[in-house]
């Protein structure tokens, strides 16, 4: 008989259980937890669900809803089932007991059967804190500091029937089969590899019968097949001391590093190339239940698309968008995939999605602060196979409707930064696209440049900055020094620098700048003989005449003279003359108070006429800025009355 559809939920508020297709409804049979649960599990089989609340643990029927027993543990934080469901553990947090000749037990395991406790163990840390069963619940070993215990479920008080010790050891994982092996993972350790060795569980004494040393690795993931006959290995490091990924390096048994963004390769079990799905930013990969289908997404740091590709013909099927996921998860049936943004990744948007295979949005169930969301397990057999071509697409249901309707109509991008001066005007033809209106474009290779340089001379670099020679120019233009508009040329036509040009100029300032601190050429140096400036004014050399390199109008080379400077009326104006600045022109330094204010009200006026833009265009406002406009008729009234005050 095929078992129904199921997923839960826990968030802050609310848990609960949900159909599947068509209607996705929350089953009302479940009674609501009276506080906020702390974690919620499926046995493996998805027979039975257990539920962490503050008091008790309470384990349900997940088809029929019923509770079969609760579990009187207060405030447990983990919780864990055996394979068929037989036995349940439960972690709470470790309390320093006040009597040091008892010690607290946090980390208990019970029947669900009859509810009782079978054992209890001392676990201060929550990292591998759960027991690792063989699937016939033949064994289970448990992992303490650097030891490997083994226990027999049907007569736990038997106690470690054999262990393993190993230095470093920190991750085990028995594999299924009929006869189970264990697989074990020592880190790197003062310089010497990482190791991976698989022993026969029945007798872990002997040797091991496969073992692998590497190095580049501080974390491993082990991962068995279906028979127990091979087991994969993932090894990864927080730092990747090549510099080629931030987070880290990951090793595959028998495969090349990955970097990001990751090469994803399908492969037999003989290690031989399949297929190459190519390099893209990915970071999960699932194959459905059935193994028809293959997820490949990429998620945390990552945009969220998801690719499915049909494992027959290689070919990709679909490809769902699914941004800001934190859970993703194929259905029993292998026809739906579940993603979720839970919290505290994300604090908003939290919900959940079923995409059904083809790609089609089909469920939407948000809820606020979600923590937790899952699939009820089932077995593979009880899912109808697949046929040669994939199942029909359901209706999506009406929360797909109400969903979209709901999102955010998408805003007109904000576009490039513009001045607070050229806010609220249309945008100059000179600065928009062709397509956009915008003025053609002219070839530069056609007309000339703003330096004067001939067409198809670069403007950069500028005349006078590197010295470099201008194509198409005479002989000796364009290396050193400015030229300004209307200043006499500061070498006669055919002038070529000396070969030792550079060398006399060094000098020349390297005396300037020991004269100027005093602390050498105290002698003074005979005056050269006046020599005639641009403006044809005899003037000796150093009374104020410009150096070499220095234009008419005392500028030096390395500053730019303002474009709307009026060099002819500067010349005319006695130095010396003090002339005050025009009130009013300027910078505002000579505004008289009034101005200024009539000034500042001009800006304020400004602004609010750029925030009812915003709010004509339905952007969203805030309640500062509502205010803002709401003041606009005072500004105005105060406007009109410093105005009526110059007048």
């Known amino acids: 008989m095929a078992t129904k559809e199921q997923y839960a939920f826990r968030a802050q508020k609310s848990l609960g259980l949900v159909g599947g297709a068509p209607d996705y409804k929350v089953l009302e049979g479940y009674p609501p937890p009276e506080a906020t649960a702390r974690t919620y599990k499926y046995t493996p089989d998805g027979r039975l669900f257990a539920v962490a609340l503050p008091s008790y643990v309470r384990i349900s029927n997940a088809s029929d809803l019923t509770t079969l027993c609760e579990i009187p543990v207060p405030n447990a934080v983990e919780i864990g089932f055996s394979p068929k469901g037989t036995y349940i553990s439960t972690w709470e947090r470790y309390v320093k007991p006040a009597d040091e000749t008892t010690q607290h037990k946090n980390h208990r395991v019970w029947s669900v059967a009859t509810g009782e406790e079978v054992i209890s163990f001392v676990q201060k840390s929550m990292d591998n804190w759960d027991l690792q069963y063989t699937p016939t619940e033949e064994k289970v070993v448990r992992l303490v500091s650097s030891e490997a215990q083994v226990y027999l479920p049907s007569d736990w008080t038997k106690g470690i029937v054999d262990r393993l010790k190993l230095d470093g050891l920190s991750a085990i994982a028995p594999g299924p089969g009929q006869y189970p092996a264990l697989a074990v993972f020592v880190a790197e350790r003062k310089g010497a590899p990482a190791t991976v060795k698989v022993y026969n569980l029945s007798a872990l004494s002997a040797a091991p019968t496969c073992s692998k040393t590497f190095f580049k690795a501080d974390k491993c993931s082990i991962k068995w097949n279906s028979l127990g006959t091979q087991v994969l290995v993932l090894t990864s490091t927080d730092v990747d001391k090549s510099n080629k990924n931030y987070y880290g390096e990951t090793n595959l048994y028998l495969l090349s590093a990955a970097v990001m963004p990751a090469k994803t390769v399908l492969f037999d079990q003989r290690v031989k190339v399949i297929h190459d799905f190519g390099i893209h930013p990915r970071n999960f990969i699932a194959f459905n239940p059935q193994g028809r289908l293959l997820a490949l997404a990429g998620f945390g740091n990552l945009a969220g698309k998801v690719e499915i590709f049909d494992r027959r013909s290689l070919t990709k099927v679909c490809e769902i968008d699914a941004p800001n996921t934190s859970w993703c998860e194929w259905s029993p049936d292998g026809r739906f995939l579940l993603t979720a943004t839970l919290s505290p990744r994300l604090r908003v948007d939290n919900g959940i999605k079923l995409w059904h295979c083809t790609g089609t949005l089909v469920h939407v169930h948000m809820v606020e602060e979600l923590y937790q969301a899952s699939w009820r397990p089932a077995p593979v057999e009880s899912a109808p196979a697949f046929g040669n071509t994939l199942p029909p697409t359901p209706k999506p249901s009406a929360s797909v409707e109400a969903y979209q309707a709901g999102k955010p109509t998408p805003t007109k991008p904000a576009g490039a930064y513009r001045p607070p001066g050229a806010r609220g005007t249309s945008t100059p033809s000179i600065f928009k696209r062709e397509d956009e209106g915008g003025s053609p474009r002219t070839d530069s290779s056609s007309a000339p440049s703003r330096n004067g340089a001939p067409p198809g001379a670069s403007a950069r670099p500028t005349p006078g900055h ?46 300037g700048k020991e004269g100027e601190d005093g602390s050498a050429n105290t002698i003074e140096s005979p005056r050269p003989a006046p020599r005639a400036t641009g403006s044809g004014v005899q003037t000796p050399a150093g009374s104020g005449t410009p150096r070499a390199g220095t234009p008419a ?23 010396g003359s003090g002339d005050a600045p025009t009130p009013g022109t300027g910078t505002g330094e000579g505004l008289d108070p009034v101005q200024k204010k009539i000034r500042n009200l001009t800006k304020k006026l400004k602004a609010i ?10 952007e969203k406002m805030e309640a500062t800025q509502l205010k803002k406009i709401e003041g606009e008729a005072s500004i105005r009234e105060d406007l009109a009355k410093m105005q009526a005050q110059l007048t």
């Open 466 to 511: 590197s010295g470099a020679p201008v194509p198409g120019a005479a002989p000796g233009q364009g290396l050193r020094g400015r030229v300004v508009p209307g200043a006499a040329p500061r070498h006669p036509p055919g002038w070529v620098p000396p070969e030792n040009a550079d060398k006399k100029k060094k000098q020349r300032n390297k005396k």
């Open 553 to 575: 109008g005392g500028h030096p080379a390395g500053r730019s003279v303002p474009q709307a400077l009026d060099l002819s009326a500067a010349k005319s104006t006695p130095s």
């Open 609 to 618: 006429d750029e925030l009812k833009e915003k709010r004509n265009r339905g």
